[in-house]
């Protein structure tokens, strides 16, 4: 090129090969027993695709001075860390914690050899920390546009679980677990259907409410044990034709999966004409299974003696 000093030529073969005088520091500085930089990762589909404004300055101040407001959901995942499940973290068919290569299509250890009312479950992440209260906030305190937000969320993650089967949602249908007429009545708002419209958003599945259920006292203020006989009998499904869809059941958090149950079980008494070609869940949340947690974090760390394992006794001085 015009203006550009020639190469010397080197007059015989030195190694290693010394830089060219002119070349750029960076290149004659390169370490090849450093790891490649790699170019930053796409964004995954799974983080928190809501858009998240930035607070405006009377938002600031009200949040400094007043305490007036509560950020949308999507900056408050920001300021608390919080992120939806990545691929691979709960199993696909139960929807429980997994640890890594543990899960496939097939399910996990814990669900492989049981029947479950549902072919696949869907899940956002753990029922605790920002997802637990807002959760609450919605259910609570009506707040209709969290549950929507939340809806939405969970709707990205039903496409990616219905593209990853070959489904189209075109051929999908959303049935909300239902809230008796006398809860709705106490809390103001239908939360199930409120996240399902979130859902809808989304996706563009239209909802169809076809099961109603029987007042019974709430699940959360029963123990465990007596769950699943409180909500036995309590569900039907309206006559309707469904055949050839696959059945999004939604509710907003999921414990022993006896409400899930009982919704899915009154779908599958629809006569056979009419009965959904697949049945799958979606929850916001799972509650976690304290005793699995437990097994992963002690599997994680194999030189630490388990729980219920006694501690390696000292060998005994010989004497
Ligand atoms: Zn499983």
Redo the contacts with the bound molecule.
Sequence with gaps: MPGQAPIPKPSSAAWPPAPLPDAPADRRAVDFTAPPRLPAPAPARHTLDLPAPALSPWQQIERAWLGLTTPPLAQRALLHGWRADAPGE???????T?GAFE?DDE??????N?RLPWSR?IRLAEYQGLLRRCICEVKFTAWRRLGRDLGRLLGARIIESLEHAGLSPAQAALVPVPSTFLRRLRRGIDHTHCIARGVRDVTGIPILPVLSRRHRPPQSALPLSRRATNVRDTMRARARDLSGLTVIVLDDVRTTGATMTEACRALRRIDAPNRPAHIWSAVLAVTPDERRRNDLHWRSQPDQPQPDQPAPQAPEPEA
């Excluded at 709960?90 to 429980?96: F, G, V």
């Excluded at 399910?107 to 492989?112: L, Y």
């Design positions: 709960a199993c696909p068919r139960c929807a429980s997994v899960s399910g996990c250890p814990a669900c492989r049981r479950c």
